[in-house]
């Protein structure tokens, strides 16, 4: 999706600039780190919480961070509400930086609430505040612009009908079923999102159907705009096996029509169509996810694709959690796209029509509590890429090293403990 961000942001000297995603995910406590969730691994977004003080499980997150038990309120007629938040900070140090960016800067990377109410036959979720997308090869961009060109300042609400024990109706603004990482900074095993994910959508409106299927089973559909396009032509899907330590996640979606309509939110993917296969292991300290995704954007000269183009990638999310509060996640991907730079196809990666890239990302990170420190050291190297499209004042830069903090707040039972 930042491939469009980027182009725009090359040729205007402004900054114009983002998986079931959701906006944090529950965790298991700190000696078990919990069980990668995907949105599409998480097809019951929104159960009911447990007796004990525990973390929602309408939030995900990948790992390692860990959610905290929401503060409760008796609102009346409004039923008991469930409230969480966090506040965020961010600097980066970057090398080869495009003309419109800096080599150094920082900004408040996250200021947000989360209301939710998660018992009884309706419930509901509402995210709001302001949000950065960080993602590798992408110019920053401050939370205001993204906020204002991107998802506004309630990125995700919507209405959960519990319509029977195993069945739920979601309709609002939702998360996407696709995908192995989600869109917020907090909620995934690394600050900046990949380049994998920048295929990917992330917000899109419409209606969502979850259904547990068995003791193992889960699934997804959605019927929805997509990319943020408020044209309701797409449909997404996703399946989850569960078992031990072991859960295999298959995600699919696809325009069933066509629209030339484009902003930053909503690139030319918007007409195309994406499959992705994530496995993940869970076990101990251990969080292991392997992961393949596939894109293709057929020929469409009303939407300006003059060739069908694809982009084949996998990655592997890897962490490790000390007993300390230390752990160790590192991101490994690969992500190749077809034709070149004559031939009429479309540039997918930002790196040129026909160009493949490869990042390698390691965040060590610290928890105590709510409170939370880490860094992304990250590399990112361009393959096959046409000149002036990919690092440094010329655009002529195959690689790009960040160094990235991170350091935040997470609110929840402990605004309201004495």
């Known amino acids: 999706m930042f491939f469009k961000l980027n182009r725009i942001i090359l040729q205007s000297l402004s900054a114009a600039s983002l998986a079931t995603t959701i906006a944090a995910g529950a965790q298991a406590p700190a000696s078990a780190p919990a069980t990668p969730a995907t949105p599409a691994a998480s097809a019951d977004q929104a159960a009911a919480p447990a007796a004990a003080p525990a973390p929602l499980s309408t939030f995900v997150l990948t790992g390692p961070l860990q959610w905290l038990p929401p503060a409760t309120f008796d609102a009346g007629p409004l039923g008991k509400l469930y409230v969480n938040g966090i506040i965020t900070g961010f600097s980066q140090f ?8 800096d080599s150094a800067q ?45 998802y506004g300042p309630v990125p995700v609400a919507y209405l959960k009908l519990q319509a029977a024990k195993n069945t739920q109706f979601l309709i609002g603004s939702l998360p996407t079923l696709m995908g192995a990482e989600s869109t917020f900074t907090y909620q995934n095993f690394n600050i900046e999102r990949g380049i994998i994910w920048n295929q990917e959508n992330a917000i899109n409106r419409g209606i969502q159907v979850n259904q547990t299927l068995g003791k193992y089973l889960s699934a997804a559909v959605s019927w929805n705009d997509g990319y943020y396009s408020n044209r309701y032509s797409w449909l997404s899907g996703s399946v989850t096996l569960t078992k031990g330590p072991h859960s295999l996640v298959y995600d699919g979606m696809g325009n069933l029509g066509q629209t030339a ?81 004559t031939d009429g196809s479309v540039n ?36 096959d890429y046409t000149p002036g499209y990919v690092f440094g004042a010329t655009g002529t830069g195959a690689g790009q090293f960040r160094a990235v903090l991170e350091f935040g707040f997470i609110f929840g039972k402990n605004m309201t403990e004495k």
Do not use: C
């Open 94 to 101: 970057q090398t080869n930086a495009l003309p419109t960016d």
């Open 106 to 150: 920082a900004t408040l990377s996250n200021g947000q609430i989360f209301i939710q109410r998660a018992d009884g036959k309706v419930q509901y979720f509402i995210q709001a505040g302001v949000y950065t997308m960080q993602a590798l090869s992408v110019p920053f961009t401050d939370a205001q612009t993204t906020v204002k060109n991107f």
């Open 261 to 341: 309509y484009q902003t930053a939110a909503t690139p030319v993917q918007n007409n195309g169509y994406m499959h992705a296969v994530i496995y993940t292991y869970t076990k101990g300290p251990w969080i292991v996810s392997p992961y393949f995704q596939y894109g293709n954007l057929p020929t469409n000269p009303k939407v300006g694709v003059a060739k069908a183009t694809s982009a084949t990638g996998g990655a592997i999310n890897v962490s490790y959690a000390f007993k300390s509060g230390f752990s160790l996640p590192a991101r490994v991907e690969y992500l190749t796209s077809s034709g070149n730079a």
């Open 348 to 383: 997918m990666l930002g790196f040129g029509a026909g160009s493949a890239g490869t990042t390698f990302t390691a965040t060590p990170t610290y928890q105590k509590g709510g409170v939370f420190i880490r860094s992304d050291l990250a590399w990112v190297h361009a393959m």
